[in-house]
């Protein structure tokens, strides 16, 4: 087994941090705080596939994220699904409407397909705040604990591992695309999209593969955060936590796995610790974000690994 | 197989596309037998990129109609037409510079290759070995094309001759019944072309048929079996490469421009 290669080692690297990290977690909150990071990364690793691997924009998949929480929500507390039904129910029914809505909108490009992709966001946020009925609207709902045969999935503790194997298995999931022929299709795309379609390859069909593929990722997450936290709003569905979401994938490293992973750990993290700065904090989070892009443009994690790289010659 | 095809491999009628008002290729009539070398040339500006970008689905003609193997293919969708048996290479270099210049290679593969998302997701076993079929197979066309030095390079890291050689690589590993060049000896110098003269030679003795755009006039006398002259987006003349060259029309339309390649 070569363990340089990211799908062993760095797979290997990962699972051993999940596993030590609670040595380091000395009470409930910052097991909150690695459950947050992980939900994050679990997303942006599917995100990432979108944007860094296949090189199309989405500024709406917070909305995903939000049909999957509120999905798992409705399905489990007003209809008394079994959750585990829910998820797959809802998961599926996610990858349907990111299919319908991904045909058309995908063939749009750059500015315009952002555009497209942050108003489908912005309906999904709208319509889960106004159908109160179901979703409680703008106050939220609470939401049933996720019982596996017969066991109630609750607490911190729990949590924290079946987010750091359902992350684990994200990553391991998103490696195994990139190297596969179809990961491949993808990264061609984005190296040259005329250049991939005179080699075979289906552009529209590429594109919303990985389209469904991540939207599917966002709605585990949020059909988990759901449970986790027993009570969702609609606040994880806005705008703004799509935005999150692409900063997270940017600042770890585009077109980089365990980059995005390492983004959205370190930008979970980042406001954790600026809370000492208290009305500073804000400003000191923009400082060490435009800080970072400027001088490790290509994102955290590529940029270190070149400069290792350039150092070992 | 069947019997040879008493039809040719292409047949073009009155294909015109214009963009707004310049008629970039105007009711261009012609065919192409399969198994030949066939050139397009033509001065600057006279369509020969626009027609390659026509025949391969790349641009949709304004009229007219192109017909592949017996079966009508106007307007089909550039991955439809290689699913057909085309393939080609660019004049302004369409490389994959995100990736290794194997990978690129093997992005030629796709559609022989299992490109399922399920099965990519999970790694499939299958999937495993036919990774290292494709990754020796794009390793030898490499070869073949005389890219041994680069078997372990990023494409970002490649001069400009060798990353014409890997277009041509990349469009064999389709397995093309059609391949079309589009100035592939551009910007080489005399050694490199002379590799690529014999690399087409060799491609039309393994019964690919080529379609070479080219500018080097020494290059397309040499290797076609038939030459297709544009001029503004009309076919000028045609024929082999002796009727070409002294056709007075088309002395005319390279000489009165001063364009002709020195021979
Ligand atoms: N996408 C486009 N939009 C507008 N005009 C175009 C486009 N592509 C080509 N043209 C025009 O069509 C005409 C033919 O161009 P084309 O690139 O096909 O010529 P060419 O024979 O390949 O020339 P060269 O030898 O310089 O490569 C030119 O007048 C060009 O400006
Ligand atoms: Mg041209």
Not at chain 1, 112 to 140: K, N, Q, W
Not at chain 1, 182 to 194: K, M, P, T
Not at chain 2, 38 to 59: F, M, R, W
């Amino acid at each position: 087994m070569n363990w340089r290669t990211p799908r062993t080692g760095g797979l290997a690297l990962l699972a051993a941090v999940i596993l030590l990290l609670p040595l380091a977690l000395v009470n409930n909150y910052w097991y909150e705080v690695a459950i947050l990071i992980g939900i994050n990364a679990i997303v942006c690793v599917g995100l990432n596939l979108l944007i860094g691997y296949a090189g199309q924009i989405s500024l709406g998949h917070a909305g995903f994220f939000g049909l999957g929480a509120y999905g798992s929500a409705i399905l489990s507390a007003r209809y008394g699904w079994p959750p585990a039904a829910a998820l797959a129910a809802t998961t599926a029914g996610v990858a349907l409407i990111a299919l319908l809505v991904g045909r058309p909108i995908l063939k749009l490009k750059g500015h315009y397909l952002a555009m497209a992709t942050l108003g489908m966001g912005i309906i999904i946020s709208i319509v889960i705040v106004t159908e109160d009925r179901l979703t409680g609207g703008p106050d939220g709902m609470s939401v049933p604990a996720f019982t596996l045969f017969g066991m109630s999935l609750a607490g911190e503790r729990v949590w924290y591992w079946i987010i750091g194997g359902t992350l684990v298995g994200a990553v391991w999931f998103a490696l195994n695309l990139i190297e596969s022929p179809a990961g491949r299709a993808l990264r061609a795309l984005h190296g040259s999209e005329v250049g991939a379609q005179v080699s075979g390859i289906d552009a529209t069909r590429a594109k919303v593969g990985v389209f469904v593929i991540s939207a599917m990722f966002a709605s585990v997450a949020g059909s988990m955060t759901a449970h986790y936290s027993g009570f969702i709003t609609p606040g994880k569905v806005s705008f703004f936590h799509s935005i999150e979401l692409v900063t997270m994938v940017v600042f770890g490293g585009m077109a980089s796995t365990f980059g995005a992973v390492i983004g959205a750990a370190a930008l979970t993290l980042l406001p954790q610790l600026l809370t000492v700065l208290k009305e500073y904090e804000m400003v000191v989070f923009g400082a060490v974000m435009v800080s970072t892009m400027i001088f490790f443009p290509r994102g955290l994690l590529p940029s270190l690994m070149l400069a290792l790289a350039r150092k070992r010659k | 197989m069947s019997a040879p095809q008493p039809v040719a491999q292409l047949s073009v009628t009155a294909l015109s596309k214009a963009f707004g008002g310049v008629h970039a290729v105007d009711q261009l009539s012609f065919e192409l037998d399969s198994g030949k070398v066939h050139s397009i040339i033509g001065p600057n500006g006279a369509g020969k990129t626009t027609l390659l970008n026509l025949l391969t689905g790349v641009y949709a003609p304004s009229s007219g109609s192109v017909t592949f193997e017996g079966s009508d293919v106007t307007g089909l969708a550039p991955h439809a037409l290689a699913a057909r048996g085309m393939a080609r290479t660019f004049q302004n270099l369409q490389i994959f510079f995100n990736m290794s210049a194997r990978e690129n290679v093997m992005v030629g593969r796709h559609l022989r290759e299992r490109t399922g998302w399920l099965a990519a997701l999970l790694r499939f076993p299958s999937l495993a070995a036919g990774e290292r079929e494709s990754r020796d197979e794009a390793a030898e066309l490499m070869r073949f094309v005389g890219l041994d030095d680069y078997l372990d390079a990023d494409a970002d890291a490649m001069p400009y001759g060798a990353l014409k050689r890997l277009e041509i690589a990349r469009a064999l590993g389709g397995k093309p019944k059609l391949l079309l060049l589009d100035e592939p000896a551009a910007g080489l110098n005399p050694t490199e072309t002379h590799e690529i003269d014999t690399l087409i030679a060799r491609l039309a003795q393994s019964g690919v048929t080529v379609v070479l755009v080219e500018h080097n006039m020494r290059l397309v006398m040499g290797v076609s079996d038939h030459i297709v002259v544009l001029d503004y987006g009309r076919k000028l003349c045609e024929g082999s490469a002796d009727q070409v060259r002294n056709d007075p029309r088309v002395i005319e339309a390279y000489l009165g421009r001063a364009e002709l390649a020195p021979c």
